[in-house]
């Protein structure tokens, strides 16, 4: 490893998510053109759209298998799905369910004589025999009917399979970097330069990252010596090149992590770009999301401004033009540039993970999107991006990566008749016959070709998202060569399809703001851990001293006199957060008096108000997002991310329940029945609910319960988990902030005993409780117990929560959803993995994938920002997982993995423990614990039986690609919340509404449309309109 050698460097900064319309109406105006040069655009942009044409139905030609088989068609679906699986898939049973479920629906054979393509129908010849021999019914198993006994369902999968790779051979230059610089002599002979991609996944283990790095200097020394046989006399930009993946060199690659990234990182990809120098290649840094842009930038600006690698033209990164940032960017690299007295390449690409940035910003309730939201912007951003660099070829030499040959042409007109100092760029296997037309005009551009290297597995994500980006209907590679579409429609300039002159916005219609995905609700603000200043500030704020918080009893009236006791933090026992004043059984009684004798007067306001306290409640906790960040932090020992999305749900929830209020109680209901009569349906409080919550969730839950109650009429008496009674005290004290009464909120912290005079209470009209199966019993025999009336009990308990993995799964998927689901929050909520079910075939691989992934998780101070992992939450629950781990190991069951975990706090590192069978694990282990059972693809049924007979059914993951399975498993298990091919945490408030059922529950689920009316009662008025003496209304409506 190489020592750091760089000289400081001033860190990127620039708005995370600018303006669209201010930025792109700015693009528009730098990129106008005059008539003249508008025409010389067209001449030349319509020479190349012919060419393509006529090279449309040539060998190999890619596009015309993506125009055959686009988004718009469902073969097109189905065939990136069997692309990203069916080549992974080792066992021959699981392959033939794929198969099935993929192509038996599907129209194959209509493609095979629909176009001029070889390419086209040898790839639909294979396909449609593999669709003939499975008709639509058929099982795999049932090889009975027609042309299955005559040619088997063995040829069928090996059919399939050969297309698959016929397809990826057209993608990918070679398995090897030896093949693939076999392959790319000939291209070489015609003039094209080359830059590979040594194919796979970003790093999830330190082991995958030594790989890359391998792979990677492996590579380099090849293309080297190839270059020093083949290359003489060649300098650069005129040679090969190499692209590398900073996530694929380190299995943390995030901001929060960017000291240890910036110290592990860096001497790595510095060790690369020696060899890279050494060999006098082009040596380009790929683009990762735009989380990671700052991090990137970072690690960018430390390799180049080390000394070793003065002299060298040849070092480079990609910028992606739908980043707002992408200018900003360039002027970043200029500076490093002119400071360090050094060129440096610049590959500039629309970019690949479009769908992805937006469904993050959403996710993530960021303020704004940090890429485009429309296509044309994309294409606008990309020529202003151009021509910025293009003024810079002094310092910068430009790589434009576009199959667009509109976009080429206009590049060619900002460059002006200096046609040196930039090239253009195309994928293997795309952009043939346009980039043949380059290199044959009487410029003689420089062209690149873009080469992915690697084996088929390795292939598959790289695959579907070429699939994704250049079959989109929008795409230009979808549609260039059809000649049903005008070749002026190709023509058509960004600015003219935004719409600009016409005043139309440059944000897609359809994709609102983060904020607004709910419509009328309002998301709740979010974070983003990659933006630095962001994160300096935050840090700042969180860092600071709050000062101790002393809670206590908030009862209408009553001064506690209780005894105060130290809270201590979970991650440092010494370190005292505050201190509470139990709440006394008298303390409780008053609570209740109080709020009965405000029930009527509150259950009697009009809903609007009950509702904008909730929405004044969740504008004061955005507001006061730090302190009760720091506070979640120091006593529940929740990291700053969970700490985050903490409160989010609560402000969610708050929301949430004061838009479903004023759905259900802001107007009667009227109901249908005979003329002479009006009948209206009503929902109405019930009266004072008890609301017990649980440690792990101190605020969401918490808050959740009480806003339900309120919204609805009720009024509350509300006991925390004793446990995290300072997170409950500032939470109410917003919600009185907020206006709602003393009298109509209460909060009496406490332990058992305060639980239990809430249960015992005879003016107790209902309780909503979150907590463990075990006192959801005792609560539901207390109240069974009671004289008086039957009152709800709306409770959500925990479960065996299980995650079912078959061998259609990606691997590094399976291991990033497996990590999160069993370890994030240190495994302490009750939606958390517990079981992982793995097909036996690929258990192995996917197991050490796991265990890697789980190592490289921190555990520490949930204050800092590189916290992964916090405490457990006190020491009875710490030893309630160390008698787990012991009581596994007396029974002889294989543990794989366990961490290690800081000597000071409650920490408790996450372990893997193997089964003999599910059977083995008899109840909830509520913490960083995850059992694993190994199931063969024939006994599928067994899994079902074994989850089914843990009486559990909160949550269930699916990790699969065939939508058979996935079928049978939701409709054989009865489980509150499914997730298929996701993680299994983090259910989102009026999107996946959270509870379970059997003994995970009572059903109504939290965040749902029905949750609030097990919070209220119904009542009916009837009243007979004809008793005065006749039907008005019936008389009034005349001849019809």
Known sequence: ??????????????????????????????????????????QRARRMVNAIRDGAGKVGGVEDFLREYGLSTREG????????????????????????????????????????????????????????????????????????????????????????????????LGETMKDALVRAAKSEEKGYRHSFDMLGEGARTAEDAKRYFRSYADAIQSIGAHMKKHGKGRQLPDRMGISVKLSALHPRYLATHHDRVMA???????????????HQLNFTVDAEEADRLELSLDVIAATFSDPSLSGWDG?????QAYQKRAPQVIDYIDQLCTTHGRRMMVRLVKGAYWDTEVKRAQERGIEDYPVWTRKPATDLAYLACAQQLLAKRARIFPQFATHNAL???????????DRTGFEFQRLHGMGEALYDDLLESNDRIACRIYAPVGGYRDLLAYLVRRLLENGANSSFVA???????????????????????????????????????????????????????ELERLMASVSRSWGEVKAGPLVAGVASRAEEKPVRSPSDRAKIVGTVRDATPADVDAAFTAAAKAFRAWSRQPVEIRAACLERAAGLMEENRDRLLALLAAEAGKTLDDGIAEIREAVDFCRYYADKGRELFAMPSLMPGPTGEDNRHFWRGRGVFGCISPWNFPLAIFLGQISA????????????????????????????????????????????????AITAHSKLAGIAFTGSTKTAHAINRALAAKDGPIVPFIAETGGINAMIVDATALSEQVADDVVVSAFRSAGQRCSALRILFLQEDVADGMLKMIEGAAAELNLGDPAKQNTDVGPIIDENQKKTLTDHISDMRARKQKIRYAGGAPATGNFFAPHIIELDSAAVLTKEVFGPVLHVVRWKAKEFDKVLSAIDATGYGLTLGIHSRIEATIRKVTEALDTGNVYVNRNMIGAVVGTQPFGGSGLSGTGFKAGGPAYLMRFAEEQVISVNTAAAGGNASLIAIGEG
Do not use: C
């Open 479 to 533: 549609v260039a060569g059809d000649r049903q579409v005008p070749v002026e429609k190709l023509l058509e300039r960004p600015a003219a399809r935004l719409g600009l002159d016409d005043g139309i916005s440059a944000r897609h219609k359809q994709i609102p703001l983060p904020s607004d995905i709910y419509g009328r609700r309002k998301n709740s603000a979010g974070f983003e851990f990659g933006h630095r200043v």
């Open 709 to 756: 109650a309120l919204v609805t009429g009720n009024t509350v008496v509300a006991k925390p988990a004793p446990q995290t009674p300072l997170i409950a005290h500032e939470a109410i004290k917003l919600f009185h902030q907020a206006g709602v009464p003393t009298e109509v909120l209460a909060l009496v912290p406490g332990g058992p005993d305060v639980g239990s």
């Open 264 to 278: 592990e990182l860096v001497p790595d990809l510095l060790d690369l770009a020696r060899m890279a120098k050494e």
């Open 77 to 172: 679906l189905a065939l990136m799905v069997l692309a990203e699986a069916l080549l992974r898939v080792p066992d021959a049973l699981t392959q033939d369910r794929l198969i099935e479920d993929k192509l038996r629906e599907g129209g194959w054979s209509t493609h095979e004589a629909s176009g001029e393509s070889w390419f086209v129908s040898a790839s639909a010849w294979a396909l449609a025999v593999s669709a003939r021999v499975i008709g639509p019914g058929e099982t795999p198993e049932g090889i009975l009917r027609g042309l299955v006994k005559r040619v088997g369902l063995p040829t069928v999968r090996t059919a399939t399979k050969q297309a698959m790779r016929f397809l990826g051979h057209h993608f990918v």
């Open 315 to 319: 070092f480079g990164l990609a910028i």
């Open 407 to 417: 976009t080429v042409s206009t590049i060619l007109e900002l460059a002006g008749p």
């Open 1 to 42: 490893m190489s020592q750091i050698l760089t000289e400081p460097f001033i860190p990127f900064n620039a708005p995370y998510a600018g303006d669209d319309d201010r930025l792109i109406r700015q693009f528009a105006a730098r990129t106008s053109f005059t008539s003249a040069q508008d025409a010389a655009i067209d």
